[in-house]
Each structure stands twice: as C-alpha cells, then as structure tokens.
C-alpha cells in the first residue's frame, strides 16, 4: 500500500470569540478559507519583519557612513 506525503500540518487554536468572528468576517470578505487566510497573514507578517530588519541595517549602515540622504 502506498503512504501519501501530507505537505500541510493541522493545527488548532482557540480565540476569544469576538477575534473569531473577526477573522470569519475577514477571511470571508476576502475570499479564502481560513487556512489560505491565516497562511497570509503569517506570510505577510514574515515579510514586513524582514523589511523591518532591512530598514534597520540600513539605518546602521547610513549612520556609520554617516549619510543623510
């Protein structure tokens, strides 16, 4: 018999109901289901850290150089 690879992994949580109703309003609203919906919003988060951290180093790095502009 052969075992089918899994590329996902289930998860649970739990949310005050006010934030669940939230996130089915929004997730609806949007069109995705809330699997799709929070994968986005965990992607989302990920990048404007990583733009954060960029924007900090390039912060450093003008200082260090000591440019303004």
Do not use: D, H
């Amino acid at each position: 018999m052969k075992t089918i690879q899994r590329n996902t992994s289930v998860i649970s949580i739990s949310l005050p109901k006010p934030v669940a109703r939230k996130l089915e309003e929004v997730r609806r609203m949007q069109g995705q289901s809330r699997s799709a919906f929070i994968a986005s919003l965990i992607r989302q988060f990920s990048e404007e850290e990583r733009w954060k951290r960029i924007y900090k180093l390039g912060g450093r790095t003008a200082r260090k150089f000591k440019i303004t502009s």
